[in-house]
């Protein structure tokens, strides 16, 4: 392989065509969800209230492959194929003789990877008539995403913001108002939900689980209206594939193939969408590939949490879903990687996980801006502080290749660039970043409260 190669690049026209559903290869399914009320399963008559009818199929589908609607390419062309890098300078900063690679997903117009989902999402809730979507959004990318493919086919956008980040990165709901999304920090006044848990704690910071709830309500109660996720359902994952589907081509243009595969985890989609059509390889062809999810240690859903049935919002308005979880009452600590704040995890990844297939590792805020600002300094790009979970994930196994003397090959996904972050960088520069450690006496007290099924 040339030491000149830094960039790998695919054409328009090797762009996948198809997106990979793992569940066609998993060894084990993960239980089914169910029903909030009756606790049985659901049915796609369950769903379909709040999603489109394609999107209920692609849910629950185990076919191997699944087209890409031509309309959802053409938008993917505005930045698709995404770029990937051999990471030369940082592999010299750290003195490794790993050879590192990540997929650059912040070359979207959203800057992230989030608009992978959120297109075709609008695109199936406008083929079957609906007006309007209504989300949550932890850090923001998500609601750019989708504020950006409401644009793209017409739709308004309703987005609950969790508060600490509607507080901490007011560009990016900026930028959701450019695309012309209505955003309220949440917990809000909007809902019932909101206004309940403002009536017992004014001061709530808000979590994912709370702004799930709010959005599930809104559309719930509106007829023209559907709910989009940005993350941890199967569809969304399945939608994320793209990530690794190119990443697998570009290493193959270089000879080269991963030992190891990192994404930042909180929901799942990124890390998944990365990791699962390596999995293939692993579960199918063989592959001794390590799949490694990086989480944060201040919400370590994989790594601390129980695999067990729980909503997947605070109310209980949403499915039971089996994951890992740490409670939907869990209130994660402030932390800057606000769309890690998640208490729950994908099904597919928890199922994965649990099968010894995936291995989780969680890592505290000091490190991962540690480990940006490195990688900032040496390849210079400034990552979310969500992708530095996976920044310092590689660095620490390059540093362990180090150690060993052995020349792996490790890829990440830098899922989105941290450029409307800069805020939180600026605490952490100003040593104004704190660590949390959870006691396993928090977190059981959290577990303690599942429901009962």
């Known amino acids: 392989m040339?030491?000149?190669?830094?960039?790998?690049?695919?054409?328009?026209?090797?762009?996948?065509?198809?997106?990979?559903?793992?569940?066609?290869?998993m060894p084990n399914l993960p239980k089914p969800p169910l029903h909030p009320g009756t606790r049985k399963p659901i049915g796609p008559q369950d769903l379909s209230a709040i999603f489109p009818d394609e999107l209920i199929k692609q849910e629950v589908s185990q076919e191997r492959w699944i087209d890409i609607p031509e309309e959802v390419q053409e938008i993917y062309r505005l930045w698709r194929p995404s770029p990937l890098y051999r990471a030369r300078r940082l592999e010299k900063a750290l003195d490794t003789p790993a050879r590192i690679y990540y997929k650059y997903e912040g070359v979207s117009p959203a800057g992230s990877h989030k608009l992978n989902t959120a297109v075709p999402q609008a695109y199936y809730n406008k083929m079957q008539g609906i007006k309007r979507l209504a989300t949550e959004t932890g850090a923001g990318q998500w609601g750019i995403a989708l504020s950006q493919a409401c644009t793209f086919f017409g739709l308004a956008c309703t987005v609950y913001m969790v508060?600490?980040?509607?507080?901490?990165k007011p560009y990016r709901r900026t930028v959701m108002n450019i695309f012309g999304s209505e955003v309220f920090a949440s917990p809000s006044n909007q809902t019932e939900c909101g206004r309940k848990i403002l009536e017992q704690d004014p001061g709530n910071p808000g979590s994912l689980g709370i702004a799930i709830s709010e959005a599930v309500e809104d559309a719930a109660l509106h007829p023209d209206t559907n709910y989009a996720l940005g993350s941890?359902?199967?569809?969304?994952?399945?939608?994320?594939?793209?990530?690794?589907?190119?990443?697998?081509?570009?290493?193959?243009k270089v000879n080269d193939y991963p030992d190891i595969v990192i994404g930042c985890c909180g929901g799942g989609s990124n890390f998944a969408g990365t990791a699962f059509p390596f999995a293939h390889?692993?579960?199918?062809?063989?592959?001794?590939?390590?799949?490694?999810a990086a989480e944060p240690s201040a919400c370590p859903t994989l790594t601390k949490g129980k695999l067990s049935y729980d909503f997947g919002d605070v109310s209980g308005l949403t499915p039971l879903l089996y994951m890992y979880t740490l409670g939907k009452d869990f209130m994660p600590p402030g932390i800057h990687a606000g769309g890690l704040r998640y208490h729950g995890d994908s099904p597919l990844v928890s199922?994965?996980?649990?099968d010894g297939i995936i291995e989780a590792k969680a890592f505290g805020q000091t490190a991962i801006f540690n480990a940006a600002t490195l990688f900032a300094k040496n390849e210079g790009i400034i990552p979310a502080p969500e992708s530095a979970h996976a920044v310092c994930c590689a660095i620490e196994e390059a540093l362990i290749c180090k150690e060993a003397g052995e020349a792996k090959t490790i890829l990440f996904t830098l899922s989105g660039h941290g450029l409307l972050d800069l805020p939180s960088y600026e605490k952490f520069l100003d040593n104004k970043i704190q660590d949390y450690n959870l006691s396993d006496e928090e977190i059981t007290k959290y577990l303690k409260n599942l429901p009962q099924v």
Do not use: C, F
């Not at 830094?6 to 569940?23: A, F």
């Not at 939608?239 to 589907?245: D, Y």
């Not at 390889?281 to 799949?291: A, F, Y």
């Open 163 to 168: 508060k600490i980040s509607y507080q901490q």
């Open 281 to 292: 390889d692993k579960l199918v062809d063989g592959k001794n590939v390590r799949l490694i």
């Open 351 to 354: 199922q994965l996980v649990h």
């Open 232 to 252: 941890v359902l199967n569809h969304v994952i399945l939608h994320q594939t793209v990530i690794g589907l190119e990443a697998k081509e570009q290493m193959a």
């Open 2 to 25: 040339s030491k000149q190669i830094t960039k790998i690049l695919l054409n328009e026209s090797e762009m996948p065509t198809r997106w990979y559903n793992i569940q066609a290869d």
